[in-house]
């Protein structure tokens, strides 16, 4: 009989090999650095997409340099042609929805940190850990191709409807193999993002230390719980819906495409499909994908704030049972982006009431927030500056809901800038706002340096003000009927919209150009900066109580034991803080502040 | 800083409330006949959700201003009703309006979509195609011919797929770029199209409906002033899906017919 | 480190608790690194993460189902006809499997009165549940064939496109499990293998039974 406690207490070091550490790594801690690092490029992939979609927005005939060499048949010249103005945005949308908002705030904090805060050494399954990011990037680099091949990229929009997006190359440029490399690249991405919630859910259920009940989890483990749960179902719907579509195009099914489409001239040779079974497929994951954008955002800001204004917030459990109600109700409300779709018109006002109802854990949530800050001790540092920039983010965001919620509004402002400029308001700022917030937060963390505060708070004014720039006027446009997805503006009716257009494209290139101070920031810190402590903001969660950054296990074969939940601030600590950490065996004493339960 | 944030918070609010309120972009006048309740309904929302946008910026830069850099003399306090009052204030405020706010948009909704269509109807059918919308009138038959798709052939102008030989509903219809509709009076717009989704917005008229294809639905409106607007495609559908545009003339009903039997002439 | 190992490795539900200073139910991951689940009473990670991976198969073949109620609502070209009736004869091939691998269970924990041991047992039935697989999938394909051959292809008519998709989905999973089943052999030869592991692989397995009664139910009540 083999000794078997023998082989199993063996223990196998950390890595010692580059591949190992750095490459193929199964540690969460270099799997959350890599989704991280994937994002950083995404992003900046994304954002220079629209930097010259603004630019032909403006000048619709402007030569933009350095584009005719990128893609002779996409802009002859330098100048857009119509077509690929199309492509660039698919691809920008793509990359920022699925690369940017679902990987940052959820696959690398979430796995950088959610082990930490609950205390474990690692997630249960690193190998499927590891493969969880290689899947992604494998996805990232397949639609990164699809830039190279045939006639370039999908151009029928992240939201990729049927029939263009089903007939195929007939359609026109990109609707060939473009089309198709972007919807295998989104298939492979849901099951590499299946694959983090395999981790996920088990780490957060099984995986807790010794005293951290699940209401004593932090609010950002709460945040990637239910975000995860959010994705098994969202992402599992949108994979077989991409292998339909995919079958549609290859096989000659007919899924998606009804009989009797003439395109280019040609009757297509399918038959009986539902433009509309695309659609339903699609927003069932569509909108709950837009809250997986958002609710970790949501839980990294309560978490940085709550440490910032050094008090817990009004009430842990309401906001747990906010976010809860949103996951639930983000399945009820996806017929809104349907309303004037022709699905039938008493379906929209079924959609519209959900949607309606949804405000109300929104506003729950904002107005907790807000009420936390009343005589609280708020610092300002670049952190709490984007936790509350996010706060006025969302209430834009939020309140332009209001008009897009109800069916009637929605047949005046469906499909124009209006839409845009609400989708914008509460993704591409404030879910990037929480992704800043949470850098600005857990870099010491992270890579045992301070970011320059300096540098972060300049990054952070000329952003707040730069983005209000940009998508404020969108609202406007979208009222006067400026309709989206155009590549130039030759309706009568938005000739005089046109300096609008150039002023967001002004404040988007400034904006834009002002991230590479973040960038800088990032770079220059990470080799740098002033060495962090192992807790330079003073916080209460598992993650601060060991060193920055953290050593291979998490705790240098510490367990921790967890003696109070993560808000304990506004307290009198045995040491003389006004904060007691989570692990810290020593009585709770408030300092005449309530209890906040 | 804080005190700098909270003041450009309030500033920036302030500066978006302005166009608003000055009116300065607004969706073209309204010419059609349940237009006035959208645009009612439009303006009602507006002031709610104006309200709760400058109310919610102002009370964050009032807390920014008033709490940032407090140290440990200033007592951590809490707010008056906790949180059990701001879930009753979101329930309150926000649930009723919402609730107010969607029975109301329910009833103009059902006017739009659910009210019966007035006999003597005007019939037009539209096609969208990539990338140009035509139109079709039954004729003096009140029928429309039935589609061919394969004799769809836009450079011999059978748009439609007529067979004029054979069918003889099809000999009497009117093929047109633009489309023209009395004033005043109901008319049925039969939609369909022809090879991938597009929509038909006029935004002086209040609508905008998607086309599905392999399903020809239709819906109905009056408009009540003469003029000439712009019908535009916001569906994406394509690299011309920009340019994809046509133009409504409305016009009096003696117009209209002089105008239907000036295109007769042409088929 | 003072911690006793040997509760998952006899592993019996729920985990006796056998507790030192911080210590519990201990894991082991397939690298060997030891890592400790200190949290009194969690089940082990994997028979959590199973549930996940159920869930999530659940839902696509939710998703598949809706699609396929919609497609056949969407127009009249849906053909009808006969399932092959080697299906249900694949169909009893694969719930054999699920009592063969029962039978593996049983055996297994019997054979772990032994202290400090891994459970080891008789590693036929599980060469049994292999073939028995096999023969599933090889008859799935011999389905697929004989439809073939009547001129129901993939993209001939919707009905035939969704039993492919549905049938041909479920196999490929089918596959994943084999390779689990696989999986459990090498363990049980290098005397490695824990319950929660079987345990993850037998959940998997039933839930591909079951999933297969279903999808079989809704083909036989749409095609």
Redesign the interface.
Known sequence: ??D??A??????GPPQSFIRKYIFS?DHKVIGKQYYGLGLVAVFVGMGLSWIMRLHLGWTDLRIPGLAWLSPNGAPGGVL???YY?QLMTMHATFMVFFVLTVAPFAAFGNFFLPIQV????M????INMMSFWVTFVAFCILVSSFFFSDGPA???WTA????SA?GAV???GQGVGQVLWALSIAVFCVGQ?LG???F???T??????G?SLSRMPLTVWAWFITSCMG??A???L???C??LI?DHV?????F?????????Q?QPH???????WQ??FW?FGHPEVYIAIVPAMGIVSHVLVTF???P???YK?VIGSMLSLAFLSYMVYGHHMF???MN?IS??VF??PT??I???S??L???W???????????TTAS?FA?GF??MF??GG??G??L?????D??V???YFVVGHFHFVMAVAAIFGIFSGTYFWFPKMFGRMMSERLG?LHFWLT??GV?CIF?PFH??G???N???????????TMN?IP?HRFATVAALFTGAVQLIFLYNLVHSRFWGEKAPDNPWESTSLEWSTTSPPPY?NFG?R?P?VYHDPYQ??VQSATGS?YIMQDSPEEEQP????T?R | ??KL?AV??VI?AAL?AV??LRH?????PDISREGP??DH??DE??K???I??LA??V??AL??WA??????E??????PG??????I???LI??TE??I??AV??K??AQ???APLKPGAVAVQVQA??FAFYFRYPGPDGVFGPIH??L???ATENFF?LDTDRDPASRDDIVTAEMAIPVNREIQLMMHA????H?F?V?AL??????????D?SIHFTANKIGRY?I????????????M?AYLDVMSESDYNDWLKKEAALQ | ?GVI??DR?TASYPPTARLTG?G?PT??????????????N?????S??IW??I???V??F???T??MV??QG?????HHFDLPTILYFNTLILLGSSITLEMFVRAFKRHKS?P???GTAPALWLYITLALGLLFVIGQYVAWHQLNSEGLY??SN?SH?FFY?LTG?HVLHVLGGLGGIIYIIGKVHK??LQSSTLGVATKYWHFMDLLWLYLLGLLWMKL
């Not at chain 1, 249960?124 to 190998?127: A, G």
């Not at chain 1, 919620?405 to 509004?409: G, M, R, S, T, V």
């Not at chain 3, 969690?42 to 994997?46: C, K, L, R, T």
Request: charged share 10%.
């Open positions: 009989m083999h078997l406690r082989h199993a207490t063996q223990h196998h199964t042609t119509p077509e199309l205390g474990a050494e690692d249960p399954f690193p190998h151009l029928s929009g409807y049927a029939p263009l007939v359609a026109g440029p299946l919630s395999l981790n859910i088990p780490t259920l099984d995986m807790r230390a010794k951290l098994l179902t992402f599992a719907v994979m077989p819906a292998i339909l079958m096989v000659g099914t007919s899924f495409i009804p009989s009797n489409l003439v395109v280019s001239g009757i038959s009986g499909g539902s433009t509309l079974l339903h497929l069932f204004m050094r008090r917030l009004l009430s309401v004037v779709s022709g018109p929209s006002l519209s009431f309606l109802i405000t109300i854990p506003t729950i904002v107005l907790i807000l009420g936390s800050l009343y005589r609280s001790r708020l610092r300002i500056l509350l706060i006025s209430i834009t309140v332009s209001f008009f919620a109800q069916p009637p509004i047949i005046m469906h499909a124009t708070k707040f003000v209000y404020m406007y446009l009222l006067a009927g309709v989206r997805r155009y590549q130039a503006f030759v309706d009568d009716y919209l609008i296990d074969g367990h034991i601030y506004g006004d300092e005449a502040a309530e906040n | 800083m804080a944030l450009t918070i920036i978006s166009p608003i300065t972009w607004e969706p073209p309740a959208i309904q439009i929302t507006m709610e959700a104006g709760c946008f919610g910026q009370v964050l807390m920014i709490y940032a850099g407090r140290g440990r200033h007592k951590i306090g809490k707010l906790g949180a059990l009052g701001m879930v204030l979101a329930f926000v649930g919402v609730i706010l969607g948009s329910s103009v909704w739009v979509y659910f195609q990539q798709p394969d769809i052939n836009d797929g022809r090879d991938l989704s929509s917005y935004p209040r609508i905008q409906q998607d086309f599905v294809p392999g399903l639905l712009e535009v495609c916001t569906q994406l559908c394509g690299l011309g899906h920009y340019n545009k | 480190m190992v040997e490795l911080g519990g894991g082991l991951t397939p690298n060997g690194r030891r890592f400790l689940s200190l949290h009194e969690a089940p082990p990670p994997q959590t993460a996940v991976g869930a999530t198969i839902m696509m939710a998703a598949l809706s699609a919609v497609r969407a127009s009249t070209d849906w032994v400090m041991g891994y993939l993209a919707p496109s998709v989905a005397v490695t």
